[in-house]
Structure formats: C-alpha cells, structure tokens
T-cell receptor, first 112, second 112 residues
Framework: QKEVEQDPGPLSVPEGAIVSLNCTYS??????FMWYRQYSRKGPELLMY??SSGNKEDGRFTAQVDKSSKYISLFIRDSQPSDSATYLC????????????WGAGTKLIIKP | KAGVTQTPRYLIKTRGQQVTLSCSPI?????VSWYQQTPGQGLQFLFE???????NKGNFPGRFSGRQFSNSRSEMNVSTLELGDSALYLC???????????FGSGTRLTVV
C-alpha cells in the first residue's frame, strides 16, 4: 500500500461545476500538506499549503485537512477550462526532513 | 524575483553516455530537490540537498548522483545512460522544506 493514495482519474466536469479532489494517507506523522497543479510539459506549481488540520481558502480554491481521518481535499469553485491540469497532493513531516511524499496526481478536464 | 532555472531545457544523448543537468534555485533557498517524471511512473524523488549536504535520497541506482555548491546551485549527473532514463527531470527549491517547493520547468532528456 502506498503512503499517499490519489485517484488518477481522469475526472471530467462541465465548466462552472464545483470540483472535489482528494487524497488519503497512512502516516500520522504528516504535518504539512500541499496541492500542486501541473500543466502538460511544465513543472508542478504550488497551489495551496496547509499546516496540520483545518481549512484554507484562496480565491476559488479551498484546501481541507482532516488528520483524524487522514484525508485531504481540494475544492475548486466555478471551474474554468484553464483549470484543466493534473493536480498532485504532497505531504511531509519534520521527522523525515520534510521530504515530500506525493500522490499519483489526478488529471482534471473542464469541459466548456 | 527569478524562479528556479534549469539548463538545458532539452537534451538528446546516446545510450552509455553520461549527462550533467544544472539547477539554479531561487535566491536564498537552501534546499534543492531533484525528481524524475515519466508518464508511467509519475513523479519519482531522486535526492535532496540542503546547505551542500545530501539530506534525503530516493530509490535510484548509484548511476544517479548529485551535488550542491556553496551558492546553492545544484547539479545532477547520470552515468552510463539507459533508454529507460528518458524522462523529464525536475528541480525544486525551498528555503527549508516545510513550506513547499518551487519547481523549475525541467530538463527533458531523451536517450537514444
């Protein structure tokens, strides 16, 4: 079993829909949680960063961390075709020198 | 503010040769990580350097090596190239690691 599980998709939704992307993990030591967005042939771009449990909002994006369930989510409101990309979750812990452990990435397609 | 710069952007090498890739991190960032990304395997962690010392290491053979200089610039070397080494090699930098990493655009290596 992988430390971080993420459904690779693809996930196809119509423009304007609310998108929910999720990851589960097994290591309870993880404290730092991130979401990255990667467009084709580009490097990943840090979208959201959360420390420990709770919610964080940035424009149309909301990140949620539930440490009790070992479950993190990224919500995208009013989705746009430009949001079509691969979304990767990543997480780390201090006791492993903050080495990022990655999900496989979910390919998201927003249909106009 | 300059981002993470990787050179060269594209490289074609012959099986058996060696290659050196370069990464200039964001000014002030002390941590540099290297990743291999392929369509089949996703994002695979190679190693991380922090203040010139290797802090974390992934599960790659000894043909893959790296180093970091006193100005935080980093190089990655692959010796005795194999066809399976064809991939996008990504460099990412961070001040200390726990707040996420900024990625470069990558070097696309093709081994023929």
């Amino acid at each position: 079993q992988k430390e971080v599980e993420q459904d690779p998709g693809p996930l196809s939704v119509p423009e304007g829909a609310i998108v929910s992307l999720n990851c589960t993990y097994s290591n309870s030591a993880f404290q730092y949680f991130m979401w990255y967005r990667q467009y084709s042939r580009k490097g990943p771009e840090l979208l959201m960063y959360t420390y420990s449990s709770g919610n964080k909002e940035d424009g149309r994006f909301t990140a949620q961390v539930d440490k009790s369930s070992k479950y993190i989510s990224l919500f995208i409101r009013d989705s746009q075709p430009s949001d079509s990309a691969t979304y990767l979750c990543a997480m780390s812990a201090e006791d492993s020198n903050y080495q990022l452990i990655w999900g496989a990435g979910t390919k998201l397609i927003i249909k106009p | 503010k300059a981002g993470v710069t990787q050179t060269p952007r594209y490289l074609i090498k012959t099986r058996g040769q060696q290659v050196t890739l370069s990464c200039s991190p964001i000014s002030g960032h002390r941590s540099v990580s290297w990743y291999q990304q392929t369509p089949g395997q996703g994002l695979q962690f190679l190693f991380e350097y922090f203040s010139e010392t290797q802090r974390n290491k992934g599960n790659f053979p000894g043909r893959f090596s790296g180093r970091q200089f006193s100005n935080s610039r980093s190089e990655m070397n692959v010796s005795t190239l194999e066809l399976g080494d064809s991939a996008l090699y990504l460099c990412a930098s961070s001040f200390s690691g726990q707040y996420g990493y900024t990625f470069g655009s990558g070097t696309r290596l093709t081994v023929v």
